[in-house]
């Protein structure tokens, strides 16, 4: 990780800003924009990359969707730190926390492919021979990661043009 930057739990001070990396990735169509409540009651989720001089410049967010099961979640970065490593680190101690909770498999919906590539996610084909009861139980979730993992058609609309992706651990 640079010097530049660290990457630490999220505070509840931090909603503000992650709500401000979100709004132009949102406006562009590339991530969804939620309300102020739902990033509060997720806050343990998230994790922030912040500058040495306090600056959000990041934040990404793992949640976990079933046992062995976890999906990446709100990866932002200011425009002036892209292509710096800040995208790199959060999602590398998002894997690390996955594997720190006992998840196995990581899924994203992307439009980054090659970014996820590199970081070893591979394209889904399907929902990844999930067993019919366990698939039974993510049908009742509400959750929206869930239905996209799930590749629901009521999600379709929200997701046109992104790509279903997925690492083992």
């Known amino acids: 990780m640079s010097a ?3 990457i630490r739990p999220a505070r509840t001070s931090d909603v503000a800003h992650i709500r ?3 709004r132009p990735l949102a406006d562009a169509r590339v991530l969804l924009e939620k309300e102020a409540v739902a990033y509060f009651e997720s806050l343990q989720e998230f994790r922030i990359a912040e500058a040495e001089d306090g600056q959000i410049i990041g934040c990404g967010a793992l949640h976990v969707m079933w046992e ?4 990446v979640r709100t990866l ?3 425009d002036d730190w ?3 490593g800040v995208g790199h680190a959060l999602v590398e101690q998002l894997i690390a926390d996955a594997r720190n909770l006992g998840v196995e498999r990581i899924f994203c919906l992307t439009f980054e492919v090659d970014f996820f590539k590199r970081h070893g996610f591979d394209v889904m084909e399907n929902q990844g021979a999930i067993d019919p009861e366990v698939y039974s139980e993510l049908l009742r979730s509400h959750d929206e990661g869930v239905a996209e993992f799930l590749d629901l058609a009521r999600v379709k609309p929200n997701t046109l043009g992104n790509t279903r992706m997925i690492r083992y651990l």
């Open 4 to 6: 530049s930057f660290r």
């Open 20 to 22: 401000r990396l979100v």
């Open 68 to 71: 062995d099961l976890a999906e």
């Open 76 to 78: 932002a970065t200011s």
């Open 82 to 84: 892209r292509g710096r």
